[in-house]
């Protein structure tokens, strides 16, 4: 190149030349390499803008692809809560479907449960259902004769039940026909008191215990004949009988009335000043300083315990009946005067009615029972 330049300039001066070249020589390197940096600019600068290109496009797929799948979600989540409701109307039909169901069951099994205690009392034996009969009927009698006071339906029952046993002829119930003519014969030998005899008693007595005399107001005792009224009575006949002077003349004398008047004056005052004194030992004191009033709360008391002990017997409650009239034999000696005859009459009562309540229980046949259950058990 440097020939070139200087064949084509040949008017140049010779001075100058070489620094022309020196001075083109060493430019040529940097205008190369500019040119290949603006080479690779564009280069880096077109794939930079490819890469823009393509990366734009990319994210604009991605947009699209997450518009899609959110359109997607947001469908199947409305799909989702639809099927979520069918699915919960679906667990409550289910629900209420089993608890019919259970309902139902357990009606079937109470029906089957009584199907088959039917099916059992249907396939018991003639004998088990007569011992069953006899026992309810025995129990049912104990219960009548518990509450009426007699044993009258516990000997009825009893006595058909021996005839049923005796028309089966069954020798597995030969201990149930002993223990029954056991129990048939301890109860008849029972004596049982009449309640209605007894409760009419107490009310006999509840009347009496007005007109019976206290200890400190004795009764009023009528004069009694006593040895001088035959005497009296001579005396007047005596008196009546003419004398010898009277049977000349006709005529009663004088003295022979007033000797017959003044005997009967004499008796008289003799008989009233008796009821006027009168001696008894009293061995409490307090028994004569009742005062009225309190001799009434005191037979009023003595009532109540009366309608207490008649109402015990009532309920069969023997043993709270017999307590009240023990109390209230207790109170009548200590009382009321034991020489009248009314407060005798009014302690014998008590004293029977106390003896006969002891003897309103009636025996339970236990021995008939206790086979019964045996027989029962052994089936």
């Given at each position: 190149?440097?020939?070139?330049?200087?064949?084509?300039?040949?008017?140049?001066?010779?001075?100058?030349?070489?620094?022309?070249?020196?001075?083109?020589?060493?430019?040529?390197?940097?205008?190369?390499?500019?040119?290949?940096?603006?080479?690779?600019?564009?280069?880096?600068?077109?794939?930079?803008?490819w890469l823009a290109w393509n990366t734009q496009k990319k994210v604009q797929s991605l947009e699209q692809e997450l518009v899609r799948r959110?359109?997607?979600?947001?469908?199947?989540?409305?799909?989702?809560?639809?099927?979520?409701?069918?699915?919960?109307?679906?667990?409550?039909?289910?629900?209420?479907?089993?608890?019919?169901?259970?309902?139902?069951?357990?009606?079937?099994?109470?029906?089957?449960?009584?199907?088959?205690?039917?099916?059992?009392?249907?396939?018991?034996?003639?004998?088990?259902?007569?011992?069953?009969?006899?026992?309810?009927?025995?129990?049912?009698?104990?219960?009548?004769?518990?509450?009426?006071?007699?044993?009258?339906?516990?000997?009825?029952?009893?006595?058909?039940?021996?005839?049923?046993?005796?028309?089966?002829?069954?020798?597995?119930?030969?201990?149930?026909?002993?223990?029954?003519?056991?129990?048939?014969?301890?109860?008849?030998?029972?004596?049982?008191?009449?309640?209605?005899?007894?409760?009419?008693?107490?009310?006999?007595?509840?009347?009496?215990?007005?007109?019976?005399?206290?200890?400190?107001?004795?009764?009023?005792?009528?004069?009694?004949?006593?040895?001088?009224?035959?005497?009296?009575?001579?005396?007047?006949?005596?008196?009546?009988?003419?004398?010898?002077?009277?049977?000349?003349?006709?005529?009663?004398?004088?003295?022979?009335?007033?000797?017959?008047?003044?005997?009967?004056?004499?008796?008289?005052?003799?008989?009233?000043?008796?009821?006027?004194?009168?001696?008894?030992?009293?061995?409490?004191?307090?028994?004569?300083?009742?005062?009225?009033?309190?001799?009434?709360?005191?037979?009023?008391?003595?009532?109540?315990?009366?309608?207490?002990?008649?109402?015990?017997?009532?309920?069969?409650?023997?043993?709270?009946?017999?307590?009240?009239?023990?109390?209230?034999?207790?109170?009548?000696?200590?009382?009321?005067?034991?020489?009248?005859?009314?407060?005798?009459?009014?302690?014998?009562?008590?004293?029977?009615?106390?003896?006969?309540?002891?003897?309103?229980?009636?025996?339970?046949?236990?021995?008939?029972?206790?086979?019964?259950?045996?027989?029962?058990?052994?089936?």
């Open positions: 190149m440097t020939d070139t330049n200087a064949t084509l300039t040949p008017s140049a001066t010779p001075e100058f030349e070489p620094s022309t070249a020196e001075q083109q020589a060493p430019s040529d390197p940097p205008a190369n390499w500019v040119l290949w940096a603006v080479v690779v600019l564009s280069i880096a600068s077109g794939g930079a803008g959110q359109s997607d979600s947001q469908r199947q989540s409305v799909e989702a809560r639809l099927l979520a409701s069918q699915a919960q109307d679906l667990s409550r039909e289910a629900a209420a479907r089993t608890t019919l169901l259970e309902t139902r069951l357990a009606e079937v099994a109470l029906q089957r449960t009584q199907i088959e205690d039917l099916i059992k009392t249907l396939s018991l034996s003639r004998d088990e259902n007569l011992v069953s009969d006899i026992e309810a009927s025995l129990r049912v009698a104990s219960q009548q004769a518990a509450l009426t006071g007699s044993a009258e339906p516990l000997v009825v029952a009893m006595q058909s039940a021996d005839d049923r046993l005796t028309r089966t002829h069954q020798p597995r119930l030969d201990n149930v026909r002993r223990a029954l003519a056991k129990d048939l014969d301890r109860v008849r030998s029972t004596r049982v008191a009449d309640l209605s005899s007894l409760t009419i008693r107490l009310d006999e007595a509840a009347r009496l215990i007005d007109e019976v005399p206290l200890l400190n107001q004795p009764e009023t005792v009528l004069p009694t004949p006593s040895r001088s009224t035959p005497s009296k009575g001579k005396s007047s006949a005596a008196a009546s009988a003419p004398t010898p002077a009277s049977r000349d003349t006709g005529e009663p004398s004088w003295g022979s009335h007033v000797l017959g008047w003044s005997k009967g004056a004499a008796q008289t005052i003799w008989d009233e000043t008796r009821g006027l004194i009168r001696l008894t030992r009293i061995a409490r004191p307090e028994a004569m300083l009742i005062a009225p009033d309190q001799a009434f709360f005191l037979r009023e008391n003595i009532k109540l315990r009366l309608l207490n002990a008649r109402l015990a017997l009532l309920s069969r409650q023997t043993a709270v009946a017999v307590a009240d009239l023990q109390a209230i034999q207790s109170v009548v000696p200590r009382y009321f005067d034991l020489q009248s005859r009314k407060t005798q009459l009014l302690q014998s009562m008590l004293a029977d009615v106390t003896t006969q309540s002891q003897q309103t229980a009636v025996p339970r046949p236990d021995d008939t029972l206790a086979a019964l259950a045996t027989v029962s058990g052994g089936r």
